[in-house]
């Protein structure tokens, strides 16, 4: 297994020529790799789109990828880490289900009654489908594939990988993407053959943004922890990381699909709770590394993988054998890029001293 040793300070990747720049393709390959990373698991290895509609991926790569590596930017551009990442990526999540698809408020959503169960009339909106999917987002829209990218380009996990005219496109594309899928919920609310037309009311618009900034300044209120300020201690082995992300994962995963109303809810937020718990004790210690992150995200990929078998998909044919060949095919390309990172991972760390 790799070395459980981590390096706050950044690596740099030298240039082939020692001391002359690194090659341009080089310095976009994590960019592209997170931009395409965050589409794959967010849609397609959850099992909504079948594998001929596999196209449509890229329709989703400047909300999904955009986002998560604008997240990723601005955390490492301020020193910031996981739980940074995390709060952002509940910004994110209030984002696009609150403005970008309003899935948040639409009692038919899609032709689905997500807001029937555990229902919160006060607000609007539906407790069990609020927290699945806001779960969702944090843990496998965001957090998991910037996890997978920095995995798989290790020497410049910590560091900036936009100039500042990449942060403000990549910035420009998420938010005016945002704006666009707002105006095709909002103006095509209802079109769903049978659905009543559904305008989200101006206090949920404005809760919205109040939750996103909140998020968004609560994820920065979040101080810097170097490593040579973590208490030292042991922490867990890197299987018993990932067996116990996948537990939790799982559990989240499954909670929406055999469980109802509040019970869902108290499971999905009691696994949570427990994970944030655990993450937060050990990793703030100085033994917690980049391996251990790699760890949890590869649990997440793999409850997110075997899931997918049991679902139908949403976009594309719903025919079963179809839709357990992409299941197959989405799940050995998750699993080749699991093997490439951990890979990488294992020769930077044990090139460290």
Request: net charge positive; aromatic share 10%; glycine share 8%.
């Amino acid at each position: 297994m790799w070395k459980n040793t981590h390096r706050s300070d950044p690596v740099p990747h030298p240039g082939p020529a020692g001391d002359r720049p690194e090659p341009r393709w080089r310095r976009w390959a994590p960019v592209v790799s997170l931009l395409l990373l965050a589409p794959f698991v967010a849609e397609l290895l959850l099992g909504d789109v079948a594998l001929p509609s596999v196209g449509i991926v890229a329709a989703f790569v400047p909300l999904y990828g955009c986002g998560a590596l604008l997240i990723r930017e601005l955390a490492r551009r301020t020193g910031r880490g996981w739980p940074t990442i995390a709060l952002l990526a509940g910004a994110y999540g209030v984002l696009e289900e609150g403005f970008a698809t309003m899935s948040l408020f639409n009692p038919d959503f899609a032709g689905y009654r997500l807001l029937d169960e555990s229902p919160l009339p006060f607000l609007g909106m539906g407790a069990k489908w609020t927290v699945y999917v806001l779960s969702l987002h944090v843990i496998w829209s965001v957090c998991t594939p910037i996890a997978l990218a920095e995995t798989l380009f290790p020497r410049r996990a910590r560091v900036p990988w936009l100039r500042t005219r990449g942060l403000v496109v990549t910035s420009a594309v998420f938010l005016l993407t945002v704006a666009l899928y707002w105006a095709g919920a909002f103006y095509a609310a209802g079109t769903t053959p049978g659905a009543p037309v559904f305008r989200p009311s101006a206090n949920q618009m404005i809760a919205t943004a109040v939750a996103a900034v909140a998020l968004v300044v609560a994820a920065f209120a979040v101080r810097p922890n170097a490593t040579a300020s973590r208490p030292p201690g042991s922490v867990p082995s890197l299987p018993l990381v990932f067996i116990g992300s996948l537990v939790v994962t799982s559990a989240v995963r499954q909670s929406a699909h055999h469980l109802h109303g509040w019970v869902s809810v108290a499971v999905c937020l009691a696994a949570e709770v427990v994970a944030v718990a655990v993450l937060w004790w050990f990793g703030r210690r100085r033994a917690w590394g980049a391996p251990h992150a790699f760890a949890a995200a590869s649990g997440a990929v793999v409850a997110y993988a075997w899931a997918s078998f049991f679902l139908t998909p949403i976009v594309g044919t719903t025919d079963p054998v179809i839709a357990r060949v992409g299941n197959v095919v989405y799940t050995l390309i998750a699993v080749s890029i699991l093997a490439l990172a951990a890979r990488r991972l294992r020769a930077t760390t044990a090139a460290r001293p």
